[in-house]
């Protein structure tokens, strides 16, 4: 019974990091047929509005503390209204497979900063995490030195990364002691408000532009805001309650693959070799920089010996 609930969580993590691999060609799409930031908005106030139906149902509800509230407002500052924001002006901009790629370094770029903030020691094979994954970042860029230049897109691609990854260690604070989908609502209610002052500022029409898209446009947006981001991360909340946040992590790696995969389908874009190269390279970074492979080896030269049948 166990095995098959193991079994069965591990499939539904990984449904859900195919369903984020889609979800960048998505918005991708979104992008480009509505405003931008009012779009964004209203995408995260659905997700906010599904996870607060799951935790009424399952009555998870309770008040927070100040430090509970400040940590969870600052998670929301970066990893909603931050995040969402970059990420969606960035796909403006660039394609869906370089940005599933930009955003794979999120696992790493956590795990550096959790070495400044949260007291975590650098180490040499996660010192090598870091080499492979700006390796990784050389490759993407087309495998030479003489390419080597950052477009705007990239650079906002890359501070939608930096946001999240700086939010997860204000989520790790908060949920320390709160629920972590108390949190993950509070964030995307509260941070839905935010975007949508945000988009009034930069797109007073923007309202009026959100009902002139065809039929399957709506389809994709309710998508997008419902199925991948709202019911998508309590799924991944979940699991990290289940089988823990180190086994779920590392499922976070498919997401670059099924973005890349994604794009080629259905946005007809070239999936290159140096990009293949790159993801290879990333994947290994994240392993190594984690600490992943590091725990792994750890774990096994800990095992006991087997005994040797006596004669």
Do not use: C
Request: glycine letters at 10%; zero cysteines; hydrophobic letters at 55%.
């Amino acid at each position: 019974m166990h095995q098959k609930r193991l079994l069965l969580t591990y499939g539904l993590v990984f449904s859900v990091t195919a369903i984020w691999g889609l979800n960048i060609v998505l918005i991708k799409v979104l992008v480009e047929e509505l405003p931008v930031q009012t779009m964004t908005a209203f995408r995260i106030m659905l997700a906010g509005i599904t996870a607060l139906l799951v935790i009424i149902i399952g009555k998870s509800l309770r008040r927070l503390s100040k430090r509970e509230w400040v940590y969870t407002l600052l998670g929301m500052l970066f990893g909603v209204i931050l995040h969402h924001s970059f990420m969606a002006t960035g796909l403006t901009m660039i394609d869906a497979s370089s940005a599933s790629l930009i955003l794979a370094l999120v696992p790493l770029t956590t795990a550096i900063l959790g070495m400044f903030f949260l007291g975590e020691h650098l180490t040499k094979l996660r010192s090598m995490g870091f080499i492979l994954a700006l390796t990784g970042v050389f490759f993407i860029q087309g495998g030479s030195f003489s390419s080597m230049q950052f477009s705007l897109g990239e650079w906002i691609l890359f501070g939608a990364m930096l946001a999240q990854s700086i939010s997860f260690i204000f989520v790790k604070k908060a949920t320390a002691t709160l629920d972590s989908k108390q949190v993950t609502t509070i964030m995307y209610l509260a941070g839905s408000i935010g975007l949508l002052i945000v988009s009034l500022l930069a797109e007073p029409t923007g309202g009026s532009k959100m009902a002139s898209a065809p039929l399957f446009i709506y389809v994709l947006f309710f998508l997008s805001g419902i199925v991948a981001t709202g019911a998508g991360y309590m799924v991944f909340n979940a699991a990290i309650q289940q089988i823990g946040a180190g086994q779920t992590a590392l499922f976070n790696n498919f997401v670059p693959f099924f973005g890349l995969l994604f794009a080629a389908l259905f946005l007809n874009e070239t999936i290159t070799a140096d990009q293949l190269i790159g993801f290879l390279f990333i994947v290994a970074g994240v392993l190594f920089g984690t600490g992943y492979i590091e725990r792994q080896w750890i774990s096994t030269l800990m095992l006991p010996k087997k005994r040797r049948p006596e004669s």
